[in-house]
């Protein structure tokens, strides 16, 4: 028995680690959105475009947990930059540190790669 037990932890250990090193591979994914309008300004920065995991977020709340108090459901009625988010506003909303992590880490959301990108 317990050896099933470890065989199964160390499978759930071992997936984790591949999504988490996919995740990290710069591409958008199905229902992901590249938020790239401020991409100038994130040019200065020295970031990439930020890589919003649409679904992964969709799955775990319904929609009316961010639309239409924290965001507005209309390309360029949000604008969105990382002073506001660190005020407390749309992603800040929940990336406080509290609810979940806290947007000091730029390349959990600034990932985007353009040359990794699939067709």
């Known amino acids: 028995m317990k050896r099933v037990s470890f065989l199964i932890l160390l499978m759930t250990c071992v997936a984790v680690a591949a999504g988490l090193f996919y995740a990290s591979s710069g591409s958008a994914e199905y229902a992901d959105i590249v938020l790239n309008s401020k991409s100038e300004s994130m040019q200065k920065a020295g970031v990439n475009p930020v890589v919003f995991p ?66």
Not at 63 to 87: L, Q, R, W
Not at 95 to 119: F, K, M, Q, V
């Open 54 to 119: 649409h679904w992964f977020h969709r799955i775990r709340f319904k929609c009316k947990v961010c639309h239409e108090d924290i965001f507005i459901i209309k390309k360029g009625a949000n604008d969105i930059n990382m002073s506001k988010i660190m005020d407390g506003q749309f992603c800040g909303r929940c990336h406080n540190g509290l609810i979940a992590w806290e947007p000091l880490y730029c390349d959990r959301c600034h990932s985007y790669n353009p040359e990794a990108a699939t067709p």
